[in-house]
């Protein structure tokens, strides 16, 4: 054993060595030349280290390294319960099924019922709701903050209305008082979809635990990353246990990998018409997935959340730089914020104003061909994508008012980066870029 832990220590040892000679000082960066990329991965040897350590484990799949990021998650956010899972869009994926669990009882969300959302998104933020036989009702947005109109929101409503999901654009937080209000008064679900704010904060309360269910990504642009990975959160423990029943298969044990009758009553209780005494580990109350992210995930996660403070000022910070440098020119609307919102921003987004003489794609054209990297704000209208073709309104799903902000986003709008690996220089590579375009293309 003295010779396995040697060899682990030096092992681990080797690794930060190669981190130190292979991933040290980046390159200088070089106007013009140097990709200044929207997001990336931000790490150290800490992350190399766990991944090495979760390697020589090999446990491989949900393990000590994933509990150790679920407790320290939930921590973080204030939570009762974390579960890990393998993407941002399996964690919506999961959030909206666990709202359709008949141990929800009345509340359950069924087949035919409505949930209001916008269809200014990212995709995976509304497929779900159309994926279990919801009917996704779609309001505008708010024409400075690109989060939801909430004084649409009655006007939504209908007798039908089980829940609201939507997301905090690009790490802004939406109008949470309003839209709390509404869904307690209504008696409605809120699901948070946190992908892109993980950090923010509204009325000084982190986003996501506003609501029932709050969701994150782990993508690598995001906020922290696992490569690939989201995690699920909520206070409710009911909605934890049927979370943990959907994530993992649908099973009705919720004893951990490894591990057996955590009940004490494996072989001796009746589940619906099988036989007295069926295995417990083999009973499945829901119709689930398997969404698990792996221990070696969950070991880069680990190492991630010790830096996501830092990286959460770093954002806030470069968005700050942006903004100093861009907001006095008339061509661009810069994304604003609602009095109590904390951004833990994930992208600068500016909106082009009646007087810019020029188009969105022009903008994004020459910041592209200067090797700046640009994008879209998501679907733009997701009710235009071809995934809407054989979709019919009015029975598929609702349209309440015009779309009219959301048209102008789609139309006018797009964003670049503000993530931590950003440079003083890149930063004001892209303050110098975008003016002097939007000046030299003036209306005279």
């Known amino acids: 054993m003295d010779k396995i832990k040697e060899l682990h220590d030096e092992i681990l040892a080797k690794v930060r060595e190669y981190y130190a000679l292979a991933c040290g000082d980046p390159p200088p960066f070089?106007?013009?030349k140097s990709r200044v990329n929207y997001a990336g991965r931000v790490f150290d040897a800490e992350e190399m280290v766990n991944l090495a350590d979760a390697g020589l484990e090999f446990w491989l799949t949900y393990g000590r390294y994933s509990r150790e990021f679920e407790r320290r998650l939930a921590a973080y956010l204030g939570v009762k319960y974390a579960l890990i899972v393998n993407s941002g869009s399996s964690a919506n994926l999961l959030a909206f099924a666990a709202l359709t669990s008949p141990l929800l009882g009345d509340r359950r969300i069924r087949r035919g019922d409505e949930v209001i959302t916008v269809a200014c998104a990212f995709p995976t933020t509304v497929a779900p709701i159309i994926q279990h036989g919801a009917v996704p009702v779609f309001v505008d947005v708010d024409a400075a903050t690109a989060n939801i109109d909430s004084g649409a929101l009655e006007a939504a409503y209908s007798a039908r209305t089980r829940a609201v999901m939507i997301a905090h654009t690009l790490g802004n937080p939406f109008d949470v008082k309003a839209v709390k209000a509404f869904c307690e008064r209504r008696g409605l679900w809120l699901i948070e979809d946190n992908c892109d704010a993980l950090?923010?904060?509204?009325?000084?309360?982190?986003?996501?635990?506003?609501g029932d269910i709050g969701t994150s990504s782990f993508y690598p642009p995001h906020?922290?990353?696992?490569?690939?990975?989201?995690?699920?959160?909520?206070?409710d423990p009911l909605l934890k246990k049927i979370l943990m029943s959907m994530r993992d298969w649908g099973r009705d044990c919720w004893c951990e990998s490894g591990k057996d009758n955590s009940c004490g009553c494996r072989f001796t209780r009746q589940f619906g018409t099988l036989?007295?005494?069926?295995?417990?580990?083999y009973v499945y109350?829901?119709?689930?997935?398997?969404?698990?992210?792996?221990?070696?995930?969950?070991?880069?996660?680990?190492?991630?959340?010790?830096?996501?403070?830092?990286?959460?000022?770093?954002?806030?910070?470069?968005?700050?730089?942006?903004?100093?440098?861009?907001?006095?020119?008339?061509?661009?609307?810069?994304?604003?914020?609602?009095?109590?919102?904390?951004?833990?921003?994930?992208?600068?987004?500016v909106t082009l104003t009646p007087k810019a003489g020029f188009s969105r794609n022009d903008l994004a054209q020459h910041l592209e061909e200067k090797n700046i990297q640009t994008r879209n704000l998501f679907a733009g209208n997701i009710l235009r994508h071809p995934c809407f073709a054989g979709m019919r309104e009015g029975e598929d799903y609702r349209v309440v008012g015009d779309l009219v902000n959301t048209e102008r986003f789609m139309n006018d709008a797009l964003w670049i980066g503000v993530y931590p690996g950003m440079t003083?220089?890149?930063?004001?590579?892209?303050?110098?870029?975008?003016?002097?375009?939007?000046?030299?293309?003036?209306?005279?």
Request: aromatic share 12%; charged share 25%.
């Open 30 to 32: 070089v106007p013009g």
């Open 199 to 210: 950090g923010s904060k509204y009325a000084g309360r982190f986003t996501g635990t506003w």
């Open 223 to 235: 906020h922290l990353t696992m490569g690939e990975g989201g995690a699920v959160y909520t206070d």
């Open 275 to 281: 036989p007295l005494g069926y295995d417990h580990k």
């Open 285 to 349: 109350s829901h119709f689930g997935y398997n969404l698990k992210a792996t221990d070696l995930q969950a070991a880069v996660g680990c190492a991630q959340l010790d830096k996501l403070p830092e990286f959460t000022e770093r954002r806030k910070a470069n968005f700050r730089k942006l903004h100093d440098g861009l907001c006095d020119l008339p061509e661009l609307a810069i994304c604003g914020k609602y009095p109590e919102s904390d951004p833990a921003w994930f992208g600068f987004l």
């Open 424 to 444: 003083g220089e890149m930063l004001d590579y892209m303050v110098g870029t975008i003016r002097d375009f939007v000046i030299s293309r003036r209306k005279r």
